[in-house]
């Protein structure tokens, strides 16, 4: 029979809060251990040799998964299969790289056995396991050690919790280094060109913002009404004051900067945009990467963000809604 709604979301929450109990304790357990192997990663990536790493069964594809995201962020890294890697593949290895082998018994054979033919290469060890003492943490340079209360299988046989941990610690390593390398999101960029993440972090002001006839400019002499009209010509929400005598920007006139001047009197539409504009608006640098602008949206709750030149001139204007795709980043 199949259980009811109730028994299959409580044994989801249980499987979960297992998992996360595993990463909590994990979390606890960090002391000099996980200090000592980063700083070995640190080193590795620094002196421009590559990071390998290895595992047998779910633990390999924990390793392949780390792979990946030591590559994002600019670490070289790749997979060994401990099973090929006797049969040719440890042609990979050269002195001075670095390996990580994952194993949450820590007692995997193929693992242990490939650690002196690694150390013959010069390659330094790594043991990523939940057991504190085990043949392969022994046989490595470093351990980084993860902490598995219980596994969510309820038959305690599928790696659930340990699989979750061991990620999660590879993650940790990851984004310690990022941080400690200082990458940015250009950099970040170089490395993901391809799908909406690429186009996304690859994105500049300058390829969304409105220009032409849709970026509406007025000096500050224009009358209200001449700004009502250019603004609704261009089908924006705000229009750019600009100093007539040289062009730079001096304030930006939006619909609810209209809808208050609209409150002074009847002859409102008469008067100068200079009276009603906002002055000193939020402004971005032609240039600037994309998602730069929507922080900018987020922090400051507005609608619309001028784009300048060097010499404060507006060249381009960004609405919020042009914005929807950075808005996952």
């Known amino acids: ?28 357990a960090l002391d000099e251990r996980f200090v000592a192997a980063f700083h070995a990663v640190e080193q590795t990536v620094a002196a421009g040799r590559k990071l390998i790493l290895s595992g047998v069964g779910k633990s390999a594809h924990i390793a392949e998964k780390i792979v990946g995201t030591l ?28 390996a990580i082998l994952v194993s949450n018994s820590g007692q995997t054979e193929e693992l242990v056995r490939l650690c002196p033919l690694l150390r013959r290469f010069g390659v330094r060890l790594i043991a990523l396991t939940a057991q504190r003492n085990s043949a392969l943490a022994e046989a490595c340079n470093h351990h980084l050690l993860y902490q598995v209360p219980a596994e969510a299988c309820p038959l305690r046989l599928a790696p659930t919790a340990s699989t979750t941990a061991a990620l999660a610690l590879g993650d940790a390593l990851a984004m310690v280094l990022l941080e400690a390398r200082g990458l940015t999101r250009e950099d970040f960029a170089r490395f993901h060109p391809a799908g909406n993440l690429g186009m996304v972090l690859l994105l500049k002001v300058d390829d969304i913002m409105r220009t032409g006839d849709r970026l509406p400019i007025l000096p500050q002499t224009a009358r209200t009404q001449e700004a009502i009209l250019a603004m609704t010509g261009a089908k924006a929400g705000s229009l750019a004051v600009v100093d007539p005598a040289d062009g730079r920007l001096v304030g930006i006139f939006t619909d609810g900067d209209f809808r208050r ?13 200079a009276r009603f504009m906002t002055r000193g608006p939020k402004t971005i640098a032609a240039g600037t990467m994309a998602v730069e602008a929507l922080k900018l949206f987020e922090k400051y709750k507005i609608d619309d963000l001028l784009v300048v030149d060097a010499a404060q001139r507006p060249v381009g204007l960004v609405d919020n809604q042009d914005l929807p795709k950075l808005k996952f980043y």
């Open 1 to 28: 029979m199949s259980p009811d709604a109730a028994t299959v979301l409580a044994q989801a929450r249980t499987c979960l809060a297992t998992e996360s109990a595993a990463l909590t304790a994990t979390a606890a």
């Open 71 to 98: 590559n994002s962020i600019g670490a070289p890294s790749l997979f060994l299969d401990a099973t090929q890697a006797l049969h040719g593949d440890l042609g990979l290895c050269t002195e001075g790289d670095l």
């Open 261 to 273: 001047s609209a409150l002074t009197g009847p002859d409102f539409l008469q008067q100068p945009v």
